[in-house]
């Protein structure tokens, strides 16, 4: 960590002991779910979980090769039964999917079992991190970005549903997770 690991520690260990669930990250791809997931894990001690990575795992194959063999379908119900897995394994940091909370059993999974979080970034940001991605299957093909933002339309509802949302301040992972843990510390106390 930079200069900020050692704010981040200090927030994370006034945080760590009062957790009781897992910390369930949200939001679009690129939001710096994965990264930012892997900052408060460590920061908190506790494991960090990426459900994509974890279904790769599971399957042996790459998302967007599950999605050209088997459809988002099939896709959303592996997603649905690992975070539902995730979530009974304790409290730990998870990074979902961008799309899990468009199905209804994986978002009412996450509300009562998760404090969730939505890392919350502008299209084009967002678009800029991911334009060159070779394994987003929701945004090749034509008009990359317009599909990305109809995409945000589509979920910006299912997103402000969650615990905690948070504001990208834009100056890189490290500055998100310590905005994560500070805005996490309130709704604690609350």
């Known amino acids: 960590m930079t200069d900020l690991g050692p704010k981040i520690t200090d927030i994370a260990r006034r945080v760590e002991p009062r957790l009781g669930k897992p ?38 194959r790459k998302i ?27 409290v730990s940091v998870i990074s979902t999917g961008g799309g899990c909370l468009t199905v209804p059993e994986t978002a009412l999974a996450i509300r009562e079992g998760g404090i969730s979080v939505w890392l919350r970034a502008p299209v084009e940001v967002l678009y800029d991190r991911v334009k060159h991605a070779t394994h987003r299957p929701l945004i090749h093909g034509e008009n990359p970005r317009e599909r990305l933002a109809a995409l945000l339309v589509e979920r910006e509802p299912l997103y402000r549903g969650a615990d905690i949302v948070v504001d990208d301040p834009l100056e890189g992972p490290e500055v998100l997770a310590l905005s994560t843990l500070r805005l996490l510390e309130g709704y604690l106390k609350t």
């Not at 710096?32 to 960090?48: D, E, M, R, Y």
């Not at 967007?64 to 009974?88: H, P, Q, S, V, W």
């Open 23 to 60: 910390l369930v990250l949200v939001g679009m791809m690129g939001s710096g779910k994965s990264h930012v997931g892997a900052i408060i894990a460590k920061a908190l001690g506790l494991a960090h979980r990426d459900s994509d990575h974890l279904i790769e795992r599971a399957e042996g």
């Open 64 to 90: 967007a090769d599950i999605f050209t063999a088997n459809g988002e379908a099939y896709f959303r119900a592996a997603e649905r039964d690992m975070i539902k897995r995730l979530l009974a394994e304790g």
